[in-house]
Nanobody
Framework: QVQLVESGGGLVQAGGSLRLSCAAS????????MGWYRQAPGKQRELAAQ???????DYADSVKGRFTISRDNAKNTVYLQMNSLEPEDTAVYSC??????????WGQGTQVTVSS
């Protein structure tokens, strides 16, 4: 099992930017597919972005062109750069680590609030 700790959330005005970080410990970070998920009030959790151990990325249609996921294996950290934020991006953002389709850990989440 891997331990994950998110940081970087907060309150930002529409059009602004935030950078989320997710630091991992207790596992072999470089082999994991890392994902950023988000859950807005009253909605199901959805995958916002993910990055494989090889660096391939995938994004939800709603964040394409605005969000960028990256990883630094030397620091055991995955990032989510969020630009042009919209009120609809307001949610709790959580990261997870997966290997061969099996989830190895979840973070506790960080709140992102975008005001209009």
């Amino acid at each position: 099992q891997v331990q994950l700790v998110e940081s970087g959330g907060g309150l930002v005005q529409a059009g602004g930017s935030l950078r989320l970080s997710c630091a991992a410990s207790g596992g072999i970070f470089s082999i994991y597919t890392m994902g950023w998920y988000r859950q807005a009030p009253g909605k199901q959790r959805e995958l916002a972005a993910q990055i494989t151990h090889g660096g391939s990325t995938d994004y939800a249609d709603s964040v394409k062109g605005r969000f960028t996921i990256s990883r630094d294996n030397a620091k055991n950290t995955v990032y989510l750069q969020m630009n042009s934020l919209e009120p609809e991006d307001t949610a709790v953002y959580s990261c997870n680590a997966a290997y061969n389709g099996n989830v190895r850990g979840w973070g506790q989440g960080t709140q992102v609030t975008v005001s209009s």
